[in-house]
Nanobody
Framework: QVSLVESGGGLVQAGGSLRLSCAANGNMFSINAMNWYRRAPGKQRELVAAISRIGSTHYGNSVKGRFTISRGNANNTVYLQMNSLKPEDTAVYSC????????????WGQGTQVTVSS
């Protein structure tokens, strides 16, 4: 069984920074991608950032230049460094890991609240 444990959310003023962490535990014989999503109240879930098995990254347009996704040395941990935070970044951020062959299997974290005050 795979579990994802997130940490690092909280309350921050606009312009501030936060760093989210997600540790993946369990039998994931091949991690294809590690991603961060977010869902703001009344909005659909959106992809914030993604990092592939080979380290290539992708960012949502709204966070480019402000957020950075990276993986830990053991490759089962993913981080999201969030700088220059804006009130519109307020959302529940969830970690997602896709692993396995073919289309793979998705595992999700419980989500962590990020609130940016103006």
């Amino acid at each position: 069984q795979v579990s994802l444990v997130e940490s690092g959310g909280g309350l921050v003023q606009a312009g501030g920074s936060l760093r989210l962490s997600c540790a993946a535990n369990g039998n994931m014989f091949s991690i294809n991608a590690m991603n961060w999503y977010r869902r703001a109240p009344g909005k659909q879930r959106e992809l914030v950032a993604a990092i592939s098995r080979i380290g290539s990254t992708h960012y949502g347009n709204s966070v480019k230049g402000r957020f950075t996704i990276s993986r830990g040395n053991a490759n089962n941990t993913v981080y999201l460094q969030m700088n220059s935070l804006k009130p519109e970044d307020t959302a529940v951020y969830s970690c997602n890991v896709n692993y396995g062959i073919g289309r793979g299997i998705d595992a999700w974290g419980q989500g962590t609240q990020v609130t940016v005050s103006s």
